[in-house]
C-alpha cells in the first residue's frame, strides 16, 4: 500500500548501523567459532502481535553483509501479524546471518514497535475523519524511517524537516510580537508551495488567526475536549485543524470525535516500545 | 564522574541530526517569521525528575547552529535532577536557539530516559554487588551515546560492538556444533585481550563451561530465580555471572540477591520512555 | 533582508568545491613560487552591475583555507552594486588569498548571476501581484545556495526538493489514469503539512481540477496570455495560478498582468550567465 | 572516442544529487499518486541540434534509483546530434523513471550545453592548428564532468585542479618580486612531472620569459589579433602559446589564424546555456 | 583458515584508496593511449617468497574499477608460496587492468610484507606456547587489514582500537598515582567484557599488580632474559604475560623458551618491508 | 623551506585516523584511570637521528582531541635533528595527550622515518645535478603526506595521481602496439598542461623515442651504469631522463655521476623503517 522508498535512500543508514555494530574489526565470535561453508536458514519470528514496519532495511542488512544471502518477506511492510507468526526468512551462510542478525532486529523491533502503536491510535479515530499524524520528536539519525513506520500502521506524515513547511510555534509568536506580524510576514514572504501551521493555546488566538488569514493548519495545543469541540465549531472548515499536547491512547476516541481533523502524537515516535522478534534458526 | 568523551567523536552525529532536522532548505519558519537580532535567554527545564544525559550533546547541537550562543550545563551529564529543574540555560540569537532546539532535546530526552530508566535499575541494586548492564540491543546510529547514558544512570558497559569481546550465543554453539568445540575453538584463536563470555540456559551445560574452560563470563538465560541461586553456587566466583533475559524492574532486587555479578537489561536502551524536557523561553 | 543560512550547512559544500580545486597535492603554483609570510590587501571587485549572491559561500572559502584571512563584506548577499563597485574585502597571507580565490569567485560569480538575472525579471512585474518564482532546474548539488540566490533577487522559492510539496505534472497524470483519479489520490493520502501543485495544458483540464478540488496550486503550462487571462477569470481566486513555459523577459510584464500569482522561471538556474567579478590586488 | 570515465568516479557525485532532489523524505509525488506496477517506456528527447554529453551520468541515475530499470544510449557522449532526435530510451517502473528524471536532466542538458558550445567553438578553428581548451572557471563540484563535456565537444582539456601543474599569473608575479625570480624559483623546486605555464600581458614580458626559459607555456592575456600575431613570431615555436581572455566566438577564426597554439573559453563551462531535452512517455 | 571480513568493511578503504590514485581527472595515460576493447590477461606473480595478505582487497580494487573483470585468487590470503609463483589471475578490458593495477599492488604488497614478516617471527617460537602479535603501531587508516595481515601470518591480535581493552602503560601510572590506585579504579569501574593489561618495568612492580589484583595480563616491558624468566616463575599462571619493547628477531626463540605467553612486535606493522608483487601481460 | 599545506587538507586524514584509533567507545583506558583536571607536560623526543616530517599532522591529532591543548613545534618538518632532541612539547590535560599519543606517534614516526630515508639518499647525490625522487608505490591512504615527507627530506616529488601527468610504461606499450603509436596518440590528444614520460628498457628504445618526439622525459628502467651513460649522451639533453628500478642507496653515487635528471626510488614510500620517537612526560 505504502510504497517502498528506493533502497538507494536508505542504504548509508544501514551501512552506518552495521559499521557502528560490526566496529573496528568485524564480528570477532563469529569469526572465531564458525566455520566455513554452514549454511542455514533462519525466521524473523514475531512474539507477539503487531504492525510490520522496517523489514526493507532488515533485507538491505542481510544483503549488505551478504549479497549471496536469500531474503524472503513472507509479511510485507504494512501488514498486520499474529504473535508467532513469521515475517521473513533468510537462507545462507550461517556466519553472514549471524553477523547481520542484530542490526537487522534492531531496525524491525524499533519500527515495527512504532507501526504497531500508531495502529491502535488509528483504530480509536474509527468512524470519524480524524487522521493520526506524528510530529518531529524522532530519534536522530532515523526520522525518514520513523516516519514511514507511522504510515505503516496507517497514520499520516507531518513535516519531515524545517524546510519542508512553516509551523508558527508560541516561542516564534513570542519572539515576534504577536499573531498578526507573524501571520503578515507569512503572506508577505512564503512560497506558495509551503503549508503554513500556526499554534494557539486558547479561543481568542484561534479568532485572531482566522481573522488574520494566511494559515492553512491550526494546531491546538493542550485543549480539553470542550474547547476543541468549541475551536471546531469556530473554524468552521476554514481551516484544518490539528489536536495535540499529551494525546494518550484512551483519549482518542473523544477527541477524534469532536471533529478536528488530526490528531498529533509525539510518543509514536518518541516513547513507543520495541516490538519483541526473534531469529530462530 | 564519568569523563566527556572528545567532542570530536560526537560532532558527527550531532551534525548530521541537525542536517537531518533542517532539510534541504533550512528552518524556513525562523527565517520567514524571526527577524535577525532578537536576543533570547531560554532554559532546559526538566518536567519531571531524572538522571541527565545527553547535556553534551545538546551543548553542541547549539554550539553548531550558531558558534555565539552561550551554553550553560547547570545539571551535568550523569546528575540527578528533581522536576521543576533547569538543566541548562542558553542565550543568544533567537532565531538561532530555535533552529537548534529540537534536535537538542530529541538528544537530550532520549538519553536523559535511559540514564534515568538505568538509575531505577541500579537502586534495586542497592546492597548486593550486582551490576546493571546494558546490551547491543541500542538504536541503530546511537550506540555510543546511549551506553554513556546508562554509564550516566550509574550502570555499566556490557560490549559496544562486535570487535570488543567474544559472546557466544546459543545459536553460535548450534552452528558450531556444541559448547566444547566452541570453547576449544576460543582457546586456540582469540587473542589474549579479548574477553570470552558463553551463553547457557542450563545448569548442565553451565557445568560443561566450567569444566571445559576458556570462558571468563557466563550468561545465564533465562533463567528463575533458583536456578540462578543455584548457578551461583556451582561457580563458585570461577567465572563471572551474567543473568539475561526479561529483567524487568519487579525482579532486579531478587535477581541481583542471587549473587550474580551482572545483569543485563535490554530495555534500558530499546525501550526507554524519552524524558520530559522543554525549553522555556 | 533574507536572513543568511547557517555556515554549518554550507561548509561541507565550500570544503568540497577547495577540495576539489586543491586536488591531490595542493596548490603547487602558489607553494613553488610565494614566500610565506608576504601579506596582501585584495577586493573583490564587480566588473559590470547587479545583485550580489555567494558573499556568505566566498568568505566561507577563505576562512576554510586560512582561518587567519580578515573577509569583509561591503556588499552583503541581496544587495545591488555598479560596475566598478567592491563587494568584498579580504587581508592576510598572498599565498592563502591566492589558494581560495578560484572557488570563491566560482560561487560568487555564478550566484550573483543568478541574483541579478532574477533581478531583472522580477523588475518587469512591478505595478502587479505577480511572484517571480524558480524550478527544480538547478545545477547538481548547488540547489540550496542557487534557491538562495534566487531570494536574494527578490524572487520567491519553489520546491526545493521531490519531499517539500507535491507537483503532479502531465507525466503523473497520464500514468495514473488522468486528473480526477490523481487528485483523489491525494486528498485520501496525502498530509496535512503538504501543499498540492498539479500542471494543466487546457482549461478545460482546469475546469475538472477546480471540479475535483484538492489542489492548493495550479501550474498553466506554455499558455498564451489570452489563455492566461482566462484561466484567472475561470479560477477566481479559489487556487493560486503558476504560470511556466518559456518564459522570456520580454514577456514576463504581459503574463504578470494576467493576474497570474506566479511565473516561474527555469532559466534562473539553469541558464544564468557568470557575473563578471574579478580579485584585484 | 573519448573513453568513459570509471562509473566509480561519478557514483558519488549522481548519488549526492539524487539525495538532494530526493529530500528528506523521498518523491511524495509519485508514491502518492503512481501505483506500483505501472510499467512505461520513455525517451530522452533533443529539442534543438548539439553534441551530447552526460548520459553516462543520466544512465548512473536512473541505474541508482532503480537498478531493475532498462537505460539505452543512442547517442553516447562525444555525438552529434539533431533537433528531435532521441538520445537514450528507459523502460521499467514508471515511478522509478519520474523519480530519477530531473536529476537526469539536469546533468543531460548542463553537460550536453557545454559540449555544443565547445563544437561551436572548435568549428571555428577548422584549418588551423589551434585548440580549444577550457578554465577552472567551473561550477563548483562538476569540474571533473564540464571538463569531459569540452573533451566530448572536441575541445582540450587545461588544468583540472591546482595540484596538477603550474600556472603563473599576473598576482603570482607580483607578489614574487617579477617574471624572473619566479622562473628561477620554478626551476628550483618544480618536480618534472610539472609542466609550468606563465602569464603575460605585453610583449616584452614574454621576451623576459623567453629569455630566463623555464616555461612549457605562454599564456597571452587579453592581446588583441596582431599582438598575438607577434608573440608567435617572437617564440618561434620553442614554447606553446595559449591566447587567453574574452575569446568570444567570432573572435576565434582570427585568433586561431594568428598561430597560437590553444585559446581557452572561461565561457565553455562558466556560461554555456543549457541545452532543451526532454523526458518524453 | 583466518574467515574473510565482510567485502562492505572493505571497500571505503579501497574505494578512497582508488580516488585517491585516480585523482581529479582519472587515469590520463590509460584514456589517452589504450584503445577500447582490447582484453587482456595479467598475473599478480611474486618476485620473492612469503605467506600472502591482501588478495580479497587487491580483488576489491579490481571489481570496483570494472565489475566486468575476472579474478582469480590462486593463492588466498593466508598461503605460503615459492619466488615466482602466480598468486592471482585477471581478465578483461587492459585499460581497467591498468588503471586499478597500482592500488592493487600497493595493497597486496604491503600486507604480504607484515604476514611474511609475521610469519618469520612465528617460526622462532616454534616448540614453545608462545604467542606473537601485534600493537597499535600501524599505519593511519590500514590498522584493521594490517591486524589480518597478522593473523594471515599465524600471529594473533592485540587491541585494535582503544575501546577493544584496557592497558594501562607507566604513563597512566604516572599520571593517576601508582600501580595500586590504578588497579582499584579498574576493578571499580571497568566493563566485565573488558580485559585489563598493565605494562611493568621491574619485577617488583610485578609482584604488586599481582598482589593487587585486577589485571589479566601484565606487559613485562624491555626486560631481559633472565629477568622475564623470573617474572613467568613469580606469575606462576596466575595472569598471561607478554614481554615487549625491541623484541628482534633473533631474540624471539630465547624469549618464547622464557615461558611467556605472548610477544608482542611493533615493527610487524610499522616497519615491515613491501615485498616485491608484479603484474605480468 | 617546504610550505605546509593548508591544515583543511589534512583535517579529514587525522579525524579518521584519530576515530580509528579511539574506536566505538572511545579510550576507555585513560577514562577507566586518569582523573580529570590532572595536567601535564609532555615531549616528543627522537631516539635516533633523522629529518622531521609529520610534525604539523601531529600538531593536528592533538588539537583535534582537544583544542586546549598547547602544541609547539621545535623542529618543525624539514628540520634536520638529533638524537635524544626534542621535537615538540605538549601542555594540558593528562587525559587528552594520552588519547592522541599514539595516532600522532604513528603519524610522524612513519613520516620522519621517509624523510630521514630521502636524506640519506639525496645526501648521495652530492655534487651531481642529479634529484631524488619518490614513485606511486606509496600506502593507501597517504600519499599527500608521505610525497610531502619526501620534500621535506630533500627529495622532488613524481606524480601525486594518475591525473597529474602521463606515464606510458611497458604494459601500455604492449596493450596499445608500440612505441610510436603511443606517442602519436600522446601528440594528437594530451592536453598542453600534461608532461609525457615513457619507460624504456633498452637504447633503442630510447632511440625510438627521441625520434618520433613527444615526451618530456624518459624513463629507464632496470639499466646499469654504463647503459645510463650512453642513454645520457644519447638524449643530449633533449629529454629529461629518470633513472629507476632497484636503485638502492649504494648506487646511487655513481648513478648520479652518470648524467641523468632523476632518480626515482620506489623504497622511499614503501619500504621506510619508522623512525623511533617517544613521548615523554
Chains 1, 2, 3, 4, 5, 6 share one sequence.
Not at 519500527?111 to 475523519?129: D, H, P
Amino acid at each position: 500500500m505504502i510504497p517502498p522508498l528506493p533502497d538507494m535512500i536508505l542504504e548509508n543508514l544501514i551501512r552506518a548501523a552495521l559499521i557502528e555494530d560490526l566496529g573496528t574489526n568485524g564480528d570477532i565470535t563469529t569469526r572465531t567459532v564458525i566455520p566455513a561453508g554452514i549454511r542455514y536458514s533462519a525466521q524473523i519470528r514475531a512474539r507477539e502481535a503487531g504492525v510490520v514496519s522496517g523489514m526493507q532495511l532488515a533485507a538491505l542488512a542481510f544483503r549488505l553483509i551478504d549479497p549471496a544471502l536469500r531474503f524472503d518477506a513472507l509479511c510485507p511492510d504494512g501488514t498486520a501479524f499474529q504473535a508467532g507468526e513469521t515475517l521473513a526468512r533468510i537462507e545462507g551462510e550461517a556466519a553472514s546471518i549471524l553477523s547481520a542478525e542484530r542490526v537487522a532486529l534492531n531496525f524491525a523491533g524499533r519500527l515495527t514497535g512504532i507501526a504497531t502503536m500508531t495502529a491502535a491510535f488509528v483504530a480509536e479515530t474509527r468512524g470519524t475523519a480524524a487522521r493520526i499524524t506524528c510530529t518531529r520528536k524522532t530519534t536522530p539519525g532515523l526520522r525518514l524511517v520513523e516516519k514511514q513506520a507511522v504510515l505503516h500502521g496507517g497514520g499520516f506524515s507531518h513535516r519531515v524537516s524545517l524546510s519542508d513547511a512553516i509551523l508558527i510555534k508560541d516561542n516564534h509568536i513570542a519572539a515576534a510580537g504577536g499573531i498578526r506580524p507573524v501571520l503578515q510576514a507569512v503572506k508577505a514572504r512564503a512560497s506558495h508551495m509551503m503549508r503554513v501551521e500556526i499554534e494557539v493555546d486558547r479561543l481568542d488566538q484561534l479568532a485572531e488567526v482566522l481573522d488574520e488569514g494566511g494559515a492553512d493548519v491550526v494546531l491546538l495545543d493542550n485543549m480539553d475536549t470542550p474547547t476543541l469541540r468549541k475551536a471546531v465549531a469556530m473554524a468552521g472548515g476554514s481551516v484544518v485543524l490539528e489536536a495535540s499536547g499529551n494525546m494518550r491512547l484512551d483519549r482518542i476516541a473523544e477527541v477524534a470525535a469532536t471533529g478536528v481533523g488530526y490528531i498529533s502524537v509525539g510518543a509514536l515516535t518518541h516513547s513507543a516500545r520495541t516490538l519483541d522478534l526473534g531469529l530462530d534458526f
